[in-house]
C-alpha cells in the first residue's frame, strides 16, 4: 500500500514537472512572435517618421489600412495605425499633440495576441 | 495443551515471486520516470536556449537601431553571399561604426573598425542572415540567428538617421 501510493506520488510530481516544461515551452514560441511582432511595431513607427506630417495619412482621425505581419514566411496577422489627438495639459491648445499608434495583431496556435507601440508627433 | 504454531506463511515474509513482480513493477515505472526526465530536459534546454537567441536578436536589432538613428549616412556590402551583410555607418563628426557578419566564426560582430581592437562578436548565436538594406533615409535590417540546439529566430528592423 505504501509503496503504491509513494509510486503515484511520483508519477504525479514528474507528469507535473513535465507538464511545466510543456508550458514554458510555449512560452517561449508565443514570445517569440510577439518579440517580432515587436520590431515590426518598432519598424513601422521609425517608417512613419519620414511621412510629412501635413500628409492626409498623418491627419488627426486617419485609421491605415491593415497589412500582413509576415513571419518566416508566413502570414500571421495584420499591422495597422491610427492617428489620434492628444491634450498635453502643460502646452497649449485643447489638441496639441498627436498619438500615432501602431498595432499588430496575430495568431498563433489558435491563440490570438496583439501589440501596440504608440508615439507622440507634433501637429 | 499444544502451542499455537505460527504459520510458515507469516514467517516467510515475502516470496521470489512476489520479489520479482514488485522490482519489475518498479523498473518500468521508474524506466517511464527517468524518459519522461529527460524528455523534460531536452524540452527545457530547447527552450532556454531559443529564449536565448531570442534576447540576443533583439539586442542586434536594438542596437544596430540606436547606431543608426544617431548616424549621418549607410553603406551596405556583401560579406560572402546574398545572405551575408557588411553595414557601414558613418556619423556626422565623419566617424564610422561597423556591423559584419564573420565567416570565420558565423557571428555578428561590431565595432568602430573591422577586425579593430575594440571590435567583436555582439553575440554567440551564429547568424543564418544577415541582410541590409541601405537607402537615404534609413536602413532595414533582416536578421536570422540559429540557436545552439538549431532552433530558427527571425526580427527585422527599420530605423532612420536622425542627424
Known sequence: MEALTGATISVIAVMGLAY????????????????????????ELEALQLVPRTDPTMAIGYVSPATPFIYEGATLGTSSWRVLPYDDPNLPGPVNLKRVIVTVQWTRNAQTDSLSLERFWQP | MAAVKPSRRAEAGLTLTEMAVVMIIGTIIMAGLVGFYLSSQGLWLDAS????????????????????????????????????????LTNADNSSYYFWWDPSDSLIHAGPSIGGPNSGPMILSQAERFRVDCSNQGVRVDLRLRSATGSPVEVGTFAVFMN
Open chain 2, 49 to 88: 536556449t531559443q529564449a536565448i537567441t531570442q534576447r540576443e536578436a533583439t539586442l542586434v536589432a536594438s542596437a544596430i537601431r540606436d547606431r543608426v538613428r544617431a548616424a549621418h549616412s549607410a553603406k551596405a556590402s556583401q560579406v560572402a553571399d546574398s545572405l551575408h551583410w557588411q553595414l557601414a
Open chain 1, 20 to 43: 511545466s516544461f510543456g508550458v514554458g515551452r510555449g512560452l517561449v514560441n508565443r514570445y517569440e512572435v510577439a518579440r517580432a511582432a515587436l520590431g515590426e511595431a518598432q519598424s
